[in-house]
């Protein structure tokens, strides 16, 4: 009866909670056979750590399976009448680890038990996929930059937009490609619970305090049903508290006056400083233990990291990441467990986007702190199967408040592309709530073995965004020459959605002798609509731009998409030390902020016009435009300034996009815990968006304009600094009927898939992982990237090629970064290889040394230069030659650790001295790719010179 009632239950919220995949927990398969290796039913197995303990009795095949394993280390023993019982310490469980052992017992002949301390084994039969789970070992014992994207360029095929020196660049978020996708798709997990940012696509919600880790996990490719996306799935896990009362107190600092100098001298004689640290400090406390001995535990933790940088030019910026961790997790009866966890993360920043284009005075302020709540209750039901219930909320947001007054007016230089006086202010708040119920169930039918999961998912998002240009001047003054030229007119942003998530998951992971089978199937709804807001008018010219209300709709259209996931491995070998896997995936893009606010009017509005500064005061003046000329317009109809719909419109079977993914490999196991890997994957990315401009034909409908709509309009040209060659390029225009075709639909732009666009991605990784044992760890990898476009004649509307290559049928793939700073410079992704390799020894007398050393090709340098006001299409970005003719040098950097222990009772004190960038490299991180400009070809940002940094961390 009870049995009936708890699967009433779960049948009952399967349709109205949800999840996303609880992949950081691991678990043991377990096989008990006698000395013939016939399989021994009814062999008690008994799995315990500090705070975990549970007992299973293996079934007819001798099997016997433990699910739901918190990451760490365990002990298991095995016991039978008749037999010598077996005790195996130290089985280490890594996040998202599957470890299957064989147990053999022996008649017995004693009363002893016998204990193994054989090692974990590393290569694991169950993972279709590519992954890599860094531990606590490495993320203490290695030279960190102790911050997650740092140890993302660690990771196979994962491409970041910054090198971390030291810290350098903690508390920046970098952009991140991987296996050929853009960094959209990024997934950030916190023990279960994402808390990506689905309106800043691939940004993670919060910063996390480094200290709190157990593991983190980097999961690249093959991914169960239980995963959306096709992009990099980070899962932290969280440390929790044990039977005995454990503390953590640590320092870390870095001075300027540890630090050497890198600056070239070419960029010295202009004054530059160069990228460099004045301070950083971090402190941080941990503190856990039980509540009630055996039952119920707490975790808790305090981190603030003080981060005090100089950009190339000088311009200061400052970043405080503060950080409160409290987690409780225990036993509610013996078959129901529960783990509790709130965090909050701040960032508190002063000078945030100080680039060589944005001094002092036009950086930001940040703050808006981001608490994380999360529940999950887990239900053993027998021995074989698991219930959890998953609840979360994100409390997401902040603002960014410009340092000069915002009040002024924002200049633009057109000619050397720096911004001036102040910028505009931009307040979010990005709320979500999650809800999860997902089951795992192992059972046996024949002579095949089931692990079958299945769940359902639901999760909600909330966009609320004010960006505005202050209340008097919501303008920006251009100028070029030294005179104003252009007037940016807006109409500032306030906007409200809300989009959701919902589906079904199974996945069945099948044994049958050396093979393993997985077969899943996901299903899930996306959608959503915008809120009803207000947008005041331009106080410049409000004939131009009125004040805007907006009753709000929903949107158009629904995703409703079904993914398969098949996988499949074969063990091999006298001990079964190799192993050949397949794999082969379907993902869809979760849906974002961009799609559901695409043609919401109280976006923001633009509306470009010719500018004569009558009074030389450098400031616009309503009559000082000429509103008979429009340059650009953007969510703005100047036929009707007052429209409550937007002229951007969604197509209304605007699909999700679709990414088709095949993995072939196979590992060595040279040791349990020492195993090499080498894997392909190949990617095909269809059904892309995109927002071309559009007409409307007799009867209403929208039509899309064509390349044959579009004619030579003029060249750019000039000479190349990167080589002193010449060049000349054409960009074009509209015609006379396109453009009037245009005006007349209200000059908007269409969202759509993009018919005839493909992206592919081929790569190759080699790994070679060593756990620690034996005094020392290492983990090395090499991986190649080949990314390219694919464009049919009807997927180039423009046939501009702008800068990143939008017109090469063929060409190199390479996504520009929108991070702080001279990020726009750097364009990720286009690096055809990239290597890793780090490891720890541990010397006599409590000593250890470690290294990291990593290296990629130099990224591509797109260039261009900037065409003229082009009839309402405004200036464009015009390429000059392809995307992968021009390279920044190849990037190499070496850290190094020494760590002391001294150890008195319970009392353990590591003094480290980490050193970064060794070698004091002062390669070009980025370079002006603007030929039209002064600097062209310069460096705007280098690696940050070497520095030393020390520490101390007590532990008690």
Request: glycine share 10%.
């Amino acid at each position: 009866m009870r049995m009936q009632k708890i699967a009433v239950l779960f049948l009952s919220l399967l349709f109205c909670l949800g999840s996303w995949a609880q992949d950081y927990k691991g678990s043991v398969l377990l096989t008990v056979q006698d000395t013939n290796q016939q399989p021994l039913p009814g062999a008690v197995a008994t799995l315990t750590s500090d705070t975990f303990n549970r007992t299973a009795t293996s079934d007819a095949a001798g099997q016997a399976r433990f699910i739901g394993l918190f990451p760490s280390s365990y002990d298991l023993t095995v016991s039978m009448a008749g037999f010598e019982s077996v005790k195996q310490q130290g089985l280490v469980i890594e996040t998202g680890a599957n470890v299957k052992l064989t147990i053999t017992l022996k008649v017995e002949s004693t009363q002893e038990v016998l204990v193994v301390t054989a090692e974990t084994p590393l290569m694991d039969a169950r993972k279709f996929g590519t992954s890599t789970v860094i531990t606590e070992d490495e993320l203490t014992a290695l030279p960190q930059a102790r911050d997650p994207w740092a140890v993302m360029n660690t990771v196979p095929a994962i491409q970041t937009d910054r090198v971390n020196i030291g810290g350098s660049e903690s508390g920046q978020q970098s952009n991140l490609v991987a296996h050929g996708d853009n960094g959209d798709n990024t997934t950030w997990v916190i023990d279960g619970l994402e808390f990506a940012d689905r309106s800043a696509e691939g940004a993670t919600s919060s910063y996390l305090d480094f200290g709190m880790f157990s593991q983190v996990s980097f999961g690249t490719g093959g991914s169960s049903a239980e995963v959306g996306g096709a992009g990099v799935r980070l899962n932290f896990v969280t440390k929790q508290g044990s039977n005995q009362h454990t503390g953590h107190l640590r320092l870390l600092w870095a001075d300027k006056s540890f630090q050497s100098h890198n600056i070239p001298d070419d960029l010295a004689a202009q004054g530059y400083v160069g990228n460099r640290i004045n301070e950083t400090f971090e402190k941080g406390f941990e503190l856990g233990g039980p509540v009630v001995k055996d039952r119920l535990w707490y975790y808790a933790a305090f981190n603030q990291n003080d981060i005090d940088t100089l950009v190339i030019t000088g311009a200061s910026d400052k970043t405080k990441l503060r950080n409160l961790t409290l987690k409780f997790h225990g036993d509610i009866t013996s078959s129901t467990r529960f783990n509790v966890l709130y965090t909050e993360g701040d960032k508190i920043k002063n000078g945030r986007g100080a680039a060589t284009t944005r001094p002092q005075e036009t950086t930001w302020d940040q703050d808006g702190p981001t608490p994380i709540y999360k529940l999950e209750i887990n239900q053993m039901v027998g021995t074989n199967t698991e219930l959890t219930l998953l609840a979360g909320h994100v409390g997401g947001g902040f603002q960014l408040t410009p340092k000069g007054d915002a009040n002024q007016q924002i200049t633009y230089n057109y000619d050397d592309g720096v911004w001036g006086r102040t910028y505009y202010h931009y307040q979010v708040e990005r709320p979500q709530d999650q809800v999860t119920l997902r089951g795992n169930s192992f059972f046996t039918t024949g002579r095949l073995t089931h692990d079958f999961e299945f769940g359902a998912f639901s999760q909600k998002f909330e966009d609320k965004t004010n960006l505005d240009y202050g209340t008097e001047n919501q303008v920006i003054a251009a100028f070029s020459g030294g005179q104003g030229v252009e007037a940016w007119l807006y109409r500032n942003q306030v906007s409200a959605s809300e989009f959701d998530t919902k589906g079904l998951f199974l996945n069945d992971v099948m044994e049958f002798g050396d093979f393993t089978f997985n077969a899943g199937l996901r299903y899930e709804v996306q959608g959503g609509n915008n809120s009803a807001t207000s947008s005041p008018a331009n106080s410049i010219r409000p004939d131009l731009l009125p004040e805007l209300n907006y009753s709000g709709s929903n949107q158009e259209f629904e995703w409703k998409n079904i993914s398969p996931r098949l996988g499949l491995t074969y063990t091999f070998g006298d001990h079964r030390q190799f192993l050949a896997r397949a794999n082969y995936a379907i993902y869809y893009d979760p849906i974002a902020a961009t799609e559901i606010s695409f043609n919401n009017p109280t976006d923001q509005s633009e509306v470009d016009l010719p500018w004569t500064d009558l009074n030389g005061d450098g400031l616009v003046q309503g009559n000082e435009v000429d509103d008979t000329t429009i340059l650009y317009t953007y969510n703005y109809d100047p036929a009707n300034p007052t429209a409550a719909n937007s002229v951007k419109r969604v197509d209304p079977d605007l699909k999700a996009p679709k990414v088709s993914e095949m993995i072939l490999g196979g590992e060595w196991s040279i040791t349990p815990e020492f195993v090499l890997g080498a894997t392909y994957t190949y990617r095909e990315r269809t059904d892309e968006e995109w927002s071309p401009n559009y007409y409307l034909d007799a009867n209403g409908n929208v039509q899309i304009f064509t390349s044959a709509d579009y004619e030579a309009a003029g060249t750019v040209s000039g000479t190349n600094a990167y080589d002193n060659s010449t060049y000349e390029e054409t960009y074009y225009q509209l015609t006379d009927a396109a453009l009037a075709a245009w005006n007349a639909a209200g000059r908007g732009t269409y969202l759509t898939n993009r018919d005839g666009y493909s992206e592919e991605y081929s790569g190759i990784e080699l790994t070679a992982t060593k756990r620690l044992s034996n005094k020392w760890m290492m983990r090395a990898s090499l991986s190649t990237n080949d990314w390219t476009k694919h464009l049919k004649p009807n997927a180039i509307q423009d046939p501009t090629n702008q800068q990143g290559g939008s017109t090469e049928d063929g060409g190199e793939m390479a996504v520009q970064s929108a991070g702080s700073g001279s990020r726009g410079n750097i364009w990720v992704g286009s690096a055809s290889w990239q290597a890793n390799l780090n490891g720890l020894y541990q010397l006599p007398f409590g000593m250890a040394i470690s290294a990291n050393l990593f290296g990629r090709e130099g990224f591509s340098a797109p260039l261009y230069d900037l065409s003229p006001s082009i009839r309402g299409e405004g200036r464009k970005n015009v390429a000059v030659g392809r995307v992968g003719d021009y390279k920044f040098d190849d990037l190499w950097n070496l850290d190094l650790k020494f760590t002391k222990t001294i150890t008195k009772e319970r009392t353990t004190v590591d003094l480290a001295l980490e050193a970064f960038n060794v070698l004091n490299s002062d390669t070009s991180l980025a370079l002006q790719t603007r030929l039209d400009t002064a600097n062209a070809g310069q460096s705007v940002e280098i690696l940050s010179p070497r520095i030393l940094r020390l520490s101390a961390t007590i532990h008690f």
